[in-house]
C-alpha cells in the first residue's frame, strides 16, 4: 500500500480503515418491567443453585456489537430509520398519460348522433384543406433554434443541462430486491424476556342483586373447558359499599393499596373458543344451606316497597350480626360463566396451530418473518392483532343478569367443567340449575402495552407506577394449558394449594360445618407461621393462614379454594404446609366457642431436598400433633408413644394438590441432580452428599456426575428450556475448568461438549420451537447474542488436600459490575490438566508457577474449537449440522477474548495460537466438504447442506473482523476449490459459493478488503481523447489495452480484488451456465451484485463523487459480463402489451396485442443488410441460451446503469473510442433494452381503481394464472412487475416488505389495497426512477456519439443510436427526459443530417413517427420541443438535397399511421403545432429565398387534410362497422400512393387485433404484403420472390385488387415512394410472418401454411436457416392443430343485415352480409345493433324486422329505422362441393350465402303440408369472406321457390343424409345414431315421414308435370327406409344391455313404418318406364343422380359437427 496516493489513504481512512476493529464488547443492562427487579427477601444465605438463578436472572447481558453495521446511518435507506421521508424530497415528474387521465372529460349522457359517411374515395388526400391553419394562434417557440451554433458547442450546452437536478442515488429510486435471497440479513434474535400471552383487560363495574343486605366478595378466573384446566389464578374483587365494609371491620386489621383492585389483566397464551371467565361470588357464612340463604334474592324486590323493606332491614340486621361474630368464615354463594369465544376470534382459530409467531420466534422488526414451517403454538406469543382479536376486539361492556346458585354437594373443579360443558351445549343448564336474579357489568377490552399503576402477580409494581396513585390493576398468572417453551429471566417463586375434599362421613357428628385453616410454617410452634400467603381483597397484602369456604351441614365437602405462597428463597426440612380442620358453630351459644378443633394434617415441602408438587390424600390426627412431626410426611410418620390417634385408621381422608410455578425449583429430577453435582464442586459439603433418593460418596462424585452430565438431554423439553441459559452455562463453566475430586484429576471437557451438542440437537428437532429463516433455533440464538460470557476459570491453585480454595481476586479478568457477585467460580481443584493439550501431565509436585502458566493457555474458544475438531460419530455430525451455534459461541468467545486481553493494538496475526488456527483452518475444511457430501445426497439433504453454508460464511464474515485477513482468505479460497473439486452439478455449485460470497461481500469493511482503490492509478490522464493523441505514440496503445482490459475480469483483477473478482467469477459462470434450475441461481447471482452496488450506493460512507467514481471503477468488469450475457436478457417487447410480439409459442400468441411497425422487422429478422427496430442480435453465435426473466434482467439493468453513471465519464469515452463496431452494436442492444427496462408503467389513481383495475385484473388474473400454470415464468414475472406501485423503497412502505404469502397475481393487483397517498408516493419514486434510468441511457448515447464521432463506423452506429432514442420515445416519458432527448436529437440532426436521410431510412421514418406523435402531445413543453425537433428535420433534409421529398412522404407516413392507431390522438393539438411549424418557417430568414417554405406550407395542407379524415374517424369511434368502412375508404383512396396505403392497412389491422378479428387483421396484412410484393416485382426480378399479388390467389381471392394497374401509378425511382422500411425482401417477410402468426391465432391452420409457401423460398435464397427452423416448427405446430383440433374449429357465423328508414342516410336500403364470432346467436347480433343505433336515434326510432320476409318500404314509417337481420349459411353449387372437401374449405373464401323462408299463397308463413312453399334466397357479396373487413355489401340476390313437394323431398333428402352420417360415423356415436333413428322411426314421430308419404305418394298426381317429383320422392322414401333398417341393425351391435327393450321398441316401430310405407314405395308411375327415346334427357338425368351420389358421398366423409 506504499504506492497509495494522498487522496487514496484520506479515502480509505473515510471508509473505516482497517486497523481499527470492528467488534465491540458491550453491556447492556436488562429490560426490567417492574420498578425493581424481582429478587428473594433479604438477608437469607442463599442456596448456591438459588444464587445461580438470581444472578442469571439480574446480570447485563453481553452483546458482541459491530462497530459499523446496522447503525441506523450506514443501512438508512435499507432499514426504516433516516430516509423515511425520503420521497418528500424528489421532484414531481410530469408524464402526459397522467395529465390526460385527470383531464379525461366525463362520457355523454343521451343520444349520439349518427354521422353519415360520405363517400371520399373519389377526392384525393389533399382537397380536403377546408380548415385554415393561419387562423390559429401558434405555441411559443424556441429561442435560439435558427441560431448558427457549432455541433461541440450545442453538445456541451446540453450536457450541462443534462447534469443539472439529477438524482445522486439511484437505487434508492429502486425496488429493493427480492428478500428470498438476501441470505446476508442475519436476524438479531429476539432478547430474552418474561412470557406473556395475548392480555386482555377486565374491569369489573357493578355488582348488584334484587336486594342488598350483606358484603358479597367475587372472584374470577379463567377455565378452559375443551382441556378442562383452569387456566388462570384467582383475582378477588370487593365491591361492597363502605357500609358493609364495616360489618367486617373487626376481622380486617388492615387493608393493603393492593387488595381493592377491581381490575385484573389476564394472559392467555392460547386462545380458544371454549374460554370462559367464571365469575364466583361467596358471602359470609350464616346458618343454612345456601338455597336457604340465597330465597330471600329469588322472593324479595327492593322496589316492592311496604313490607318488603322491612323484611330488608330484618335481614341486614341477621347479616350484620353474623359478620361481627363469623366474619372470617365464608360460604359458596353463586357463580356465572362469561364465553370469550366473540373475543378470542374463532376463525382465526383454526390456523392457530401455524400462524401465531413465537416469543422466542418472532424475528426481530425489519427482518424477514421465519419459514413457513408448520408449529404447534406452544411457545408462540399470540398477539391479539395477529389472531384477529386486535381488529374486532372492541372495548365491550358486558352484563350478567342472573346468576346460578352454588350447590353444596357440587362445588369442585370437576363439575363445574360439567356445567359449563352443558352451558355451552344448550341452555338446559339454566332449566336444572336455580338461578339467582342480579347484575354483574364487567369491561372486557384487549390490554394496552403501558398500563399505569399495575402490579404483577408478585405484587411488584409495573413501571409505569405513578406517585398518585390509583386504583391499580393486577396480573393475573396464567396456567398455560400446554407448554410454553420460553427461558425463565425473572426470579418468581410461587406455590399454591388447592385442597379439594375431605371425607368425614364417619366422624362424630360435631363434624358438620368444616373449614380448614392453612398455615405455611418455618417450624412447629404455632409462632412459626409465616406471613407468605397473599390476602384476598380489601385485606392485608400477605397473611400467615387462610381459611376454606364452609358448607353447610356437610360432612364430606368439595373445596374449591386457591392458596397462593410465596416460597422462601430458602427451603429447609422445617418448612411445611400445616392444616387445622374445625367445625364452625353457626349458632350462637352461650359461652361456646365458634371453632371446634376437629384434627390436624401436614406436607413437607422437601421431600430429599426437593420441592413437593403433585396431588396427595393426606391422613388426619385427631389430636395434637407430636414433636418433630413436620420432619416425615404425614403418611410416614414413625410410631409414637403415645400412639397418634388417625382419622380412619390413617387411611388418607384429604385429598390436596399442590403446584409450583418458580424459576428456581426445577422439578425434573435430571436437571435437579446435574444442578445438585455441580454445587457439590463448588461449594464445601461433606461426603457423602444425597442426590434425590441416593447417597453419593466422594469416589463416585466424577462418575455420577458425567452420568448427570450425559443424562441432561433426556430431561424434559420444557424444564430443559426453561433452565436452558443456566444450564449451557454450567456446562461450558465444567469444559474448560480443570478440577480434581479426590485426589484425581478429573476432565469434563468432552462429556460437557457432547451434551451441549445433544441438548443444541434436541432443540433444532423439536417442532414446538421455532427456527429462523436461517434455520437457527430462536432460543440458542438469543442465549449466544444476549447471555453467553466467557465461563470464568479460577487461575489459582489451591494447596493439595485442602477441602476449599479461596479466590484471588487477580485470577478474574472482571466484566463488569455484575461479575464480583458471580456464584459459579469457587470450583473445587488441587491439580491442573489441560484438556486441550492432554500432553502436559500435571505432576503433583509442580510448582504452582509453572500450573499457572499451563492455566493460562487454556481459552474457552480454543477447547471449543479442539472439541469440534475431535468429535466423532454423531455428535461429530450434529456438530456441524448446527454448525451456526458452535460458529457463534467461538466468535463470541474470540472477541471477548480479544476484548480482555486488550490485544486490539497488537498484530491480528498473534492474537491467536497457531494451534487454534490449525483447529478452525480443519473445521473450515470439514465443514466444506460435508456440505459438497450433502449435496451429493438426494434432494432432502440440500436444505441441510445450504443452511451449514450459510452458516459457515458468517463465520468467516465474523472472522474477518478477529483474525488475521489473509489467513480468512485463505480459508475462502479453499472452501472454493474444495466444493469445485467435489460438485459435478453447476447450479448446486454456483449457487452455494453464490450465497457464501454474497454474506462475505455484505462485511462493512467490503470495499477496503477489496483494496478498491488500487485501481486509482490506471485511470486515464487525458480527460478527453483527440485524434492525434490516440495516433501519437505506442504508449497511448498500451494505455487503450490497459483501458479496454479494465472492463474484463483479468487474472491481474482477481489478484488485486479477492471477493469482487470471485462474486464475478461466479456471476459470469452462472449466465454462461446451462441445466435444470439455473435461472433460479442466476437471479441469485444477479441478486447478489445488485444488492452490494445498492449498500454502497445507499452508504453515506460513499456520498462523495469521487469515491463513486472508485467504486464503479471497481465494478466495470462487471459491464464485460452483462454485454456478454447480452441474448439473454429478457425480451421486453415480448412483455409490453403495446408492443405486438416479437416470439414465443402458440400459446403465447394467443393473447397477442396490437401490432408495432417498428418490431415488425424484428419477426422476420435482420440480415438482409438492414438494422431494424426489434432486438435481433445479429452479431452474436448461435448458441442456445438460458434467458433470464424480467425481474433478473432489470435488476442486472440497474446495475449497468449504476456503474455508468457513477464511473468517470471520460475513462468512458476512451473505451467506446477503442471498440469495435460489434461491441458497440452490443452496447446499443444493451441501451435499447434499458429504455423498455425502466419504462415508466403510470399511477392508478384510487378512485378508477374499483372500476377500470378490476375489470383489467379479473383479465389479467386469468391470463396470467394460466400463464403460471404453463409456466412461463418470465411473462408471469413481467406481468406482475408491470403493476406500478411494486417500488417497494425500502424505508417507505415496511409493511409490505415481508408478505410473501401473495400469490403471484395478488401482488400484480396490489394496488387495490394501498391508499391514494401510497399510489402517489410510488408513483412519485418511479417516475423519478424511470427519468433518472432514461437520462443514464442518454448520457451513455452522448458518450457513444462523442467517442465514434473520430471514427469510421459512425454510420453504422447513428442507426444504433438512433433507434434506441426512437424506442425512448416511443415510451411513457416525462417532460424532463423529453426535453433532454429532443435537444440530443436536434444535435444528432445537426451533426448527422446528411448521413440520417441517406442512409438510416427506416429509421427517419420512425423519428418522424414519433416526433409527429410528441407534436400532438397537450404539454406545451413537450410540443414545443417536439415542433422545433420536426421543423429543423425538415430544414436540414432540404439542406441535404434540396428537396425534402423523402421527410415528407415519411411525415405523412407518420401522421396516417398515427391517425389510425392513437385513440388518445387529439387533432387541435396536432393542428397547433402544424400552425407552429409553419411560424418556424416563416421566421427563418435563412431559408426565405429558397423553395423550402412553400413546400413546407404545402406539407403542412396536405397534414391538415389528413386530420380531416381523423375527425371523421372519431365520430365513428362505437360504430366498429362502419369505423372499418372509413379506414377502409381512406386506404382505398391512397391506392396511388402505396406507403399510405400499406400505413392505412396497417391501421385497419391494428384495429382488427384489438377487436380480436385475426383473421380480418392477418388479411390486412396479407393484402399490405401483396403491395410490397408488386413494388418488389417491379424493381427486382428475383425468382424466389413472389410474382406480385397474383402469387397470394391462394391466400385470398381478394388479394388482386393490390395489383397495379399500370406502371405510371407508381414509380419506384421517384424519391421518397415506397422508400418506407417495409419495401424490401426483409419487410415482406416480417408481414407475411406477422399475417402466418394471426392466421394461426384465428385458427386458420390451412393459411398459415400458404403464406409460408410464399416466405420460405426467400429465407432459403438468405440461407435464414435458423428462420427456417422456426417457421418449419410453427408449420408444424399449424398442421398439428389442424390433426387435432379440426373437428372442434369454429369459424365465423354470418348475418345479412338490410337497413330502412331515411334516418341511416347512405345506408338506407342496403344489405350487408355481417360476418360475426363463431357461435353468435340472432338474438346477440339483434340485441348489439338494435342497442347500437338506439343510442344514436333513441330506442323508440329503432325497430327490428323479425322475419326475413321482402320489406315493403311503403308500410314503414318514415320517423324509423329498421334493421332486418337474418341468419344465412355459405352457398355453394354441386360442381363446388368437389372442390370444398373439409370443414376449412367449406368456411373460407366465401362470396354466396342463401336463407329460406317458408310461405304459403294465403300469405301465412306455415301451412299443411300440401301447401307448404319455400323461397330459397342466394345473396352474392362484393368480396369473399374473409376480407380486411367484417361486413361486406350484397352485389345481387336471386330466389328460387319450392313447391310443396319438391319441399317434401328436399326434408326426405335431409333425413336421409343424416341417417347416413349417423350409420357412417367413426368411432360409431350410440347416442347420436340414436337420436337421429328416434327422429326417424320413433312412435311419436311416425306421422312425420308417414304423412308426408300419406300427402304426397298415397295416389299418382294427375298432373304429368309433377310425375318426376312423386318418383323422386318415392326413391326418397326407398333409401330412407333401407337407412332406417341399416341403422336399426347397427344399433342393435351397439346398444348394452340394459337397452334391449328400447331396441326392441324401435324394430317394432320400424316394421310397422316399413309395412305402412311398402304399398306407396312400390307403386311405379308406368308412363316413367317407358322405353327412353331422348338420349339428351338420359344424360342430364345421370348427371343428376351423379350430383346426388357425390353430395351423398361428400356427406358421408364429412365430420357431422
Known amino acids: 500500500m506504499t504506492h497509495l496516493n494522498s487522496l487514496d489513504v484520506q479515502l480509505a481512512q473515510e471508509l473505516g480503515d482497517f486497523t481499527d476493529d470492528d467488534l465491540d464488547v458491550v453491556f447492556t443492562p436488562k429490560e426490567c418491567r417492574t420498578l425493581q427487579p424481582s429478587l428473594p427477601e433479604e438477608g437469607v444465605e442463599l442456596d448456591p443453585h438459588v444464587r445461580d438463578c438470581v444472578q442469571t436472572y439480574i446480570r447485563e447481558w453481553l452483546i458482541v456489537n459491530r462497530k459499523n453495521q446496522g447503525s441506523p446511518e450506514i443501512c438508512g435507506f435499507k432499514k426504516t430509520g433516516s430516509r ?249 354463594f353463586a357463580w356465572a360463566p362469561i364465553s370469550l369465544s366473540s373475543f378470542f376470534n374463532v376463525s382465526t382459530l383454526e390456523r392457530e396451530v401455524t400462524d401465531v409467531d413465537s416469543v422466542v420466534g418472532r424475528s426481530s422488526v425489519g427482518e424477514r418473518r421465519t419459514l413457513a414451517q408448520s408449529r404447534r403454538l406452544s411457545e408462540r406469543a399470540l398477539s391479539l392483532e395477529e389472531n384477529g382479536v386486535g381488529s374486532n376486539f372492541k372495548t365491550s ?8 346458585k352454588q350447590e353444596g354437594d357440587r362445588l369442585s373443579d370437576e363439575d363445574l367443567f360439567k356445567f359449563l360443558a352443558d352451558y355451552k351445549r344448550s341452555s338446559s343448564l339454566q332449566r336444572r340449575v336455580k338461578s339467582i336474579p342480579g347484575l354483574l357489568r364487567l369491561e372486557i377490552s384487549t390490554a394496552p402495552e403501558i398500563i399505569n399503576c399495575c402490579l404483577t402477580p408478585e405484587m411488584l409494581p409495573v413501571k409505569p407506577f405513578p406517585e398518585n396513585r390509583t386504583r391499580p390493576h393486577k396480573e393475573i398468572l396464567e396456567f398455560p394449558t400446554r407448554e410454553v417453551y420460553v427461558p425463565h429471566t425473572v426470579y418468581r417463586n410461587l406455590l399454591y394449594v388447592y385442597p379439594q375434599r375431605l371425607n368425614f362421613v364417619n366422624k362424630l357428628a360435631s363434624a358438620r360445618n368444616i373449614t380448614i385453616k392453612i398455615q405455611f410454617m418455618c417450624g412447629e410452634d404455632a409462632s412459626n407461621a409465616m406471613p407468605v400467603i397473599f390476602g384476598k381483597s380489601s385485606g392485608p397484602e400477605f397473611l400467615q393462614e387462610v381459611y376454606t369456604a364452609v358448607t353447610y351441614h356437610n360432612k364430606s365437602p368439595d373445596f374449591y379454594e386457591e392458596v397462593k405462597i410465596k416460597l422462601p428463597a430458602k427451603l429447609t426440612v422445617n418448612h411445611h404446609l400445616l392444616f387445622t380442620f374445625y367445625h364452625i358453630s353457626c349458632q350462637q351459644k352461650q359461652g361456646a366457642s365458634v371453632e371446634t378443633l376437629l384434627g390436624y394434617s401436614w406436607l413437607p415441602i422437601l421431600l430429599n431436598e426437593r420441592l413437593q408438587t403433585g396431588s396427595y390424600c393426606l391422613p388426619v390426627a385427631l389430636e395434637k400433633l407430636p414433636p418433630n412431626y413436620s420432619m416425615h410426611s404425614a403418611e410416614k410418620v414413625p410410631l409414637q408413644n403415645p400412639p397418634i390417634k388417625w382419622a380412619e385408621g390413617h387411611k388418607g381422608v384429604f385429598n390436596i394438590e399442590v403446584q409450583a410455578v418458580s424459576s428456581v425449583h426445577t422439578q425434573d429430577n435430571h436437571l435437579e441432580k446435574f444442578f445438585t453435582l455441580c454445587h457439590s464442586l463448588e461449594s464445601q459439603v461433606t461426603f457423602p452428599i444425597r442426590v434425590l433418593d441416593q447417597k453419593i460418596s466422594e469416589m463416585a462424585l466424577e462418575h455420577e456426575l458425567k452420568l448427570s452430565i450425559i443424562c441432561l438431554n433426556s430431561s424434559r423439553l420444557e424444564p430443559l428450556v426453561l433452565f436452558l441459559h443456566l444450564v449451557l452455562d454450567k456446562l461450558f463453566q465444567l469444559s474448560v475448568q480443570p478440577m480434581v475430586i ?60 485442602a477441602p476449599t480454595a479461596l479466590l484471588d481476586p487477580r485470577s478474574y479478568h472482571t466484566y463488569g459490575r455484575t461479575s464480583a457477585a458471580a456464584v459459579s467460580s469457587k470450583l473445587l481443584q488441587a491439580r491442573v490438566m489441560s484438556s486441550s493439550n492432554p500432553d502436559l501431565a500435571g505432576t503433583h509436585s509442580a510448582a504452582d508457577e509453572e500450573v499457572k502458566n499451563i492455566m493460562s493457555s487454556k481459552h474457552f474458544h480454543e477447547e471449543l474449537a479442539l472439541q469440534m475438531v475431535v468429535s466423532t460419530g454423531m455428535v461429530r ?288 429478422g435482420n440480415n438482409f443488410n438492414l438494422k431494424t427496430s426489434g432486438i435481433v442480435l445479429s452479431s452474436l453465435p448461435y448458441k442456445q441460451y438460458n434467458m433470464l426473466n424480467a425481474d433478473t434482467t432489470r435488476n442486472l439493468m440497474i446495475c449497468f446503469l449504476w456503474i455508468m453513471k457513477n464511473a468517470d465519464q471520460s475513462l468512458i469515452r476512451k473505451w467506446i473510442a477503442d471498440l469495435p463496431s460489434t461491441q458497440l452494436n452490443r452496447i446499443l442492444d444493451l441501451l435499447f433494452i434499458c429504455v423498455l427496462c425502466f419504462e415508466y408503467k403510470g399511477k392508478q389513481s384510487s378512485d378508477k381503481v374499483s372500476t377500470q383495475v378490476l375489470q383489467k385484473s379479473r383479465d389479467v388474473k386469468a391470463r396470467l394464472e394460466e400463464a403460471l400454470l404453463r409456466g412461463e415464468g418470465a411473462r408471469g414475472e413481467m406481468m406482475r412487475r408491470r403493476a406500478p406501485g411494486n417500488d417497494r423503497f425500502p424505508g417507505l412502505n415496511e ?47 452522448e458518450n457513444i456519439i462523442q467517442a465514434s464521432s473520430a471514427l469510421d463506423c459512425k454510420d453504422s452506429l447513428l442507426g444504433g443510436v438512433l433507434r434506441v432514442l426512437v424506442n425512448s420515445l416511443n415510451c411513457d416519458q416525462s417532460t424532463t427526459y423529453l426535453t433532454h432527448c429532443f435537444a440530443t436529437l436536434r444535435a444528432l440532426i445537426a451533426k448527422f443530417g446528411d448521413l440520417l436521410f441517406e442512409e438510416e431510412v427506416e429509421q427517419c421514418f420512425d423519428l418522424c413517427h414519433q416526433v409527429l406523435h410528441h407534436c400532438s402531445s397537450s404539454m406545451d413543453v413537450t410540443r414545443s420541443q417536439a415542433c422545433a425537433t420536426l421543423y429543423l428535420l425538415m430544414r436540414f433534409s432540404f439542406g441535404a438535397t434540396s428537396n425534402f421529398a423523402r421527410v415528407k412522404m415519411q411525415v405523412t407516413m407518420s401522421l396516417a399511421s398515427l391517425v389510425g392507431r392513437a385513440p ?79 400505413t392505412w392497412l396497417q391501421n385497419m389491422a391494428e384495429k382488427h387485433t384489438k377487436k380480436k378479428c385475426y383473421t380480418e387483421a392477418a388479411m390486412c396484412l396479407v393484402h399490405a404484403a401483396a403491395l410490397v410484393a408488386e413494388y418488389l416485382s417491379m424493381l427486382e426480378d428475383h425468382s424466389y420472390l413472389p410474382v406480385g399479388s397474383v402469387s397470394f390467389q391462394n391466400i385470398s381471392s381478394n388479394v388482386l385488387e393490390e395489383s397495379v394497374v399500370s406502371e405510371d401509378t407508381l414509380s419506384p425511382d421517384e424519391d421518397g415512394v415506397c422508400a418506407g422500411q417495409y419495401f424490401t425482401e426483409s419487410g415482406l417477410v416480417g408481414l407475411l410472418e406477422q399475417a402466418a402468426e394471426l392466421f394461426s391465432t384465428g385458427g386458420l391452420y390451412e393459411t398459415v401454411n400458404e403464406v409460408y409457401k410464399l416466405v420460405i423460398p426467400i429465407l432459403e435464397a438468405h440461407r435464414e436457416f435458423r428462420k427456417l427452423t422456426l417457421t418449419h416448427s410453427k408449420l408444424q405446430r399449424a398442421f398439428d392443430s389442424i390433426v387435432n383440433k379440426d373437428h372442434k374449429r369454429m369459424f365465423g357465423t354470418y348475418f345479412r343485415v338490410g ?67 337474418t341468419f344465412v349459411e355459405p352457398y355453394f353449387d354441386e360442381y363446388e362441393m368437389k372442390d370444398r372437401v373439409t370443414y376449412f374449405e367449406k368456411n373460407f373464401n366465401l362470396r354466396r350465402f342463401m336463407y329460406t323462408t317458408p310461405f304459403t299463397l294465403e300469405g301465412r308463413p306455415r301451412g299443411e303440408l300440401h301447401e307448404q312453399y319455400r323461397r330459397n334466397t342466394v345473396l352474392t357479396t362484393m368480396h369473399a369472406f374473409p376480407y380486411i373487413k367484417t361486413r361486406i355489401s350484397v352485389i345481387q340476390k336471386e330466389e328460387f321457390v319450392l313447391t310443396p313437394i319438391e319441399v317434401a323431398i328436399e326434408d326426405m333428402k335431409k333425413k336421409t343424409l343424416q341417417l347416413a352420417v349417423a350409420i357412417n360415423q367413426e368411432p360409431p356415436d350410440a347416442k347420436m345414431l340414436q337420436m337421429v333413428l328416434q327422429g326417424s322411426v320413433g312412435a311419436t314421430v311416425n306421422q312425420g315421414p308417414l304423412e308426408v308419404a300419406q300427402v304426397f305418394l298415397a295416389e299418382i298426381p294427375a298432373d304429368p308435370k309433377l310425375y318426376r317429383h312423386h318418383n323422386k320422392l318415392r326413391l326418397c322414401f326407398k333409401e330412407f327406409i333401407m337407412r332406417c333398417g341399416e341403422a336399426v341393425e347397427k344399433n342393435k351391435r351397439l346398444i348394452t344391455a340394459d337397452q334391449r327393450e328400447y331396441q326392441q321398441e324401435l324394430k317394432k316401430n320400424y316394421n310397422k313404418l316399413k309395412e305402412n310405407l311398402r304399398p306407396m314405395i312400390e307403386r311405379k308411375i308406368p308412363e316413367l318406364y317407358k322405353p327412353i327415346f331422348r338420349v339428351e334427357s338420359q344424360k342430364r338425368t345421370l348427371c343428376c343422380l351423379s350430383a346426388y351420389v357425390y353430395q351423398l358421398q361428400n356427406i358421408f366423409n364429412f365430420d357431422f359437427f
Not at 380531416?1508 to 362505437?1518: A, L, N
Open 1295 to 1341: 409493511n409490505l416488505r415481508w408478505k410473501k404469502e401473495q400469490t403471484h397475481w395478488r401482488q400484480a393487483n396490489e394496488k387495490l389495497d394501498k391508499t391514494k397517498a401510497e399510489l402517489d408516493q410510488e408513483a412519485l419514486i418511479s417516475g423519478n426512477l424511470a427519468t433518472e434510468a432514461h437520462l443514464i441511457i442518454l448520457d451513455m448515447q
Open 1699 to 1765: 337497413f330502412f328508414g331515411s334516418k341511416f342516410g347512405d345506408l338506407d336500403e342496403q344489405e350487408f352480409v355481417y360476418k360475426e364470432p363463431a357461435i353468435t346467436k340472432l338474438p346477440e347480433i339483434s340485441h348489439r345493433l338494435e342497442a347500437f343505433y338506439g343510442q344514436c336515434f333513441g330506442a323508440e326510432f329503432v325497430e327490428v324486422i323479425k322475419d326475413s320476409t321482402p320489406v315493403d318500404k311503403t308500410k314503414l314509417d318514415p320517423n324509423k329505422a329498421y334493421i332486418q337481420i
Open 742 to 801: 479426590a485426589g484425581q484429576t478429573a476432565n469434563f471437557s468432552q462429556f460437557a461438549f457432547e451434551s451441549v451438542v445433544a441438548i443444541a440437537n434436541s432443540l433444532h428437532n423439536s417442532k414446538d420451537l421455532s427456527k429462523d429463516q436461517h434455520g437457527r433455533n430462536c432460543l440458542l440464538a438469543s442465549y449466544v447474542h444476549y447471555v453467553f460470557r466467557l465461563p470464568e476459570v479460577q487461575r489459582d491453585v489451591p494447596k493439595s488436600g
Open 84 to 332: 423515511k421521508d425520503f420521497h418528500k424530497t424528489l421532484p414531481k415528474q410530469t408524464f402526459e398519460s397522467e395529465t390526460l387521465e385527470c383531464s379525461e372529460p366525463a362520457a355523454q349522457a343521451g343520444p349520439r348522433h349518427l354521422n353519415v359517411l360520405c363517400d371520399v374515395s373519389g377526392k384525393g388526400p389533399v382537397t380536403a384543406c377546408d380548415f385554415d391553419l393561419r387562423s390559429l394562434q401558434p405555441d411559443k417557440r424556441l429561442e435560439n433554434l435558427l441560431q448558427q451554433v457549432s455541433a461541440e458547442d450545442f453538445e456541451k450546452q446540453n450536457e450541462e443541462a443534462r447534469r443539472t437536478n439529477r438524482q445522486a442515488e439511484l437505487f434508492a429510486l429502486y425496488p429493493s430486491v427480492d428478500e428470498e435471497d438476501a441470505v446476508e440479513i442475519r436476524p438479531v434474535p429476539e432478547c430474552p424476556k418474561e412470557h406473556l400471552g395475548n392480555r386482555i383487560l377486565v374491569k369489573l363495574l357493578t355488582l348488584k342483586f334484587e336486594i342488598e343486605i350483606e358484603p358479597l366478595f367475587a372472584s374470577i378466573a379463567l377455565y378452559d373447558v375443551k382441556e378442562r384446566k383452569k387456566i388462570s389464578e384467582n383475582f378477588h374483587c370487593d365491591l361492597n359499599s363502605d357500609q358493609f365494609k364495616g360489618f367486617l371491620r373487626a376481622h380486617t386489621p388492615s387493608v393493603a393499596a393492593s387488595s381493592q383492585a377491581r381490575s385484573a389483566v389476564f394472559s392467555v397464551t392460547y386462545p380458544s373458543s371454549d374460554i370462559y371467565l367464571v365469575v364466583k361470588i361467596e358471602k359470609v357464612l350464616q346458618q343454612g344451606e345456601i338455597g336457604d340463604c340465597a330465597e330471600p334474592y329469588t322472593v324479595i324486590k327492593e322496589s316492592d316497597g311496604g313490607k318488603s323493606k322491612e323484611k330488608i332491614e330484618k335481614l341486614k340486621l341477621q347479616a350484620e350480626s353474623f359478620c361481627q361474630r363469623l366474619g372470617k368464615y365464608r360460604m359458596p
Open 877 to 1164: 455430525e450434529t456438530v456441524f449440522k448446527y454448525a451456526w451455534f458452535f460458529f457463534e459461541l467461538l466468535v463470541k468467545s474470540m472477541a471477548q477474548h480479544v476484548h480482555n486481553m486488550d490485544k486490539r493494538d497488537s498484530f491480528r496475526r498473534t492474537r491467536f495460537s497457531d494451534r487454534f488456527m490449525d483447529d478452525i483452518t480443519t473445521i473450515v475444511n470439514v465443514v466444506t466438504s460435508e456440505i459438497a457430501a450433502l449435496l451429493v445426497k438426494p434432494q432432502k439433504e440440500n436444505e441441510q447442506a445450504e443452511k451449514m453454508n450459510i452458516s459457515l460464511a458468517f463465520f468467516l464474515y465474523d472472522l474477518l473482523s478477529l483474525m488475521d485477513r489473509g489467513f480468512v482468505f485463505n480459508l475462502i479460497r479453499h472452501y472454493c476449490s474444495q466444493l469445485s473439486a467435489k460438485l459435478s452439478n453447476l447450479p448446486t455449485l454456483i449457487s452455494m459459493r453464490l450465497e457464501f460470497l454474497r454474506i462475505l461481500c455484505s462485511h462493512e469493511h467490503y470495499l477496503n478488503l477489496n483494496l478498491f482503490f488500487m485501481n486509482a492509478d490506471t485511470a486515464p490522464t487525458s480527460p478527453c481523447p483527440s485524434i492525434s493523441s490516440q495516433n501519437s505514440s505506442s504508449c497511448s496503445s498500451f494505455q487503450d489495452q490497459k483501458i479496454a482490459s479494465m472492463f474484463d475480469l483479468t487474472s491481474e483483477y482477481r489478484q488485486q480484488h479477492f471477493l469482487t473478482g470471485l462474486l464475478f467469477t461466479e456471476l459470469a459462470a452462472a449466465l454462461d451456465a446451462e441445466g435444470e434450475g439455473i435461472s433460479k441461481v442466476q437471479r441469485k447471482a444477479v441478486s447478489a451484485i445488485h444488492s452490494l452496488l445498492s449498500s454502497h450506493d445507499l452508504d453515506p460512507r460513499c456520498v462523495k463523487p469521487e469515491v463513486k467514481v472508485k467504486i464503479a471503477a471497481l465494478y466495470l468488469p462487471l459491464v464485460g459480463i452483462i454485454l456478454d450475457a447480452l441474448p439473454q436478457l429478457c425480451d421486453f417487447t415480448v412483455a409490453d402489451t403495446r408492443r405486438y410480439r416479437t416470439s414465443g409459442s402458440d400459446e403465447e400468441q394467443e393473447g397477442a396485442g396490437a401490432i408495432n411497425q417498428n418490431v415488425a422487422l424484428a419477426i422476420a
Open 1464 to 1542: 388518445d390522438f387529439n387533432e387541435e393539438h396536432l393542428r397547433r403545432s402544424l400552425r407552429t411549424i409553419l411560424a418556424y418557417s416563416e421566421e427563418d430568414t435563412a431559408m426565405q429565398m429558397t423553395p423550402f417554405p412553400t413546400q413546407v406550407e404545402e406539407l403542412l395542407c396536405n397534414l391538415n387534410s389528413i386530420l380531416y379524415d381523423t375527425v371523421k374517424m372519431r365520430e365513428f369511434q362505437e360504430d366498429p362497422e362502419m369505423l372499418m368502412d372509413l379506414m377502409y375508404r381512406i386506404a382505398k383512396s391512397y391506392q396511388a400512393s402505396p406507403d399510405l396505403r400499406l
Open 397 to 404: 361492556t358486558l352484563s350478567v343478569s342472573s346468576f346460578f
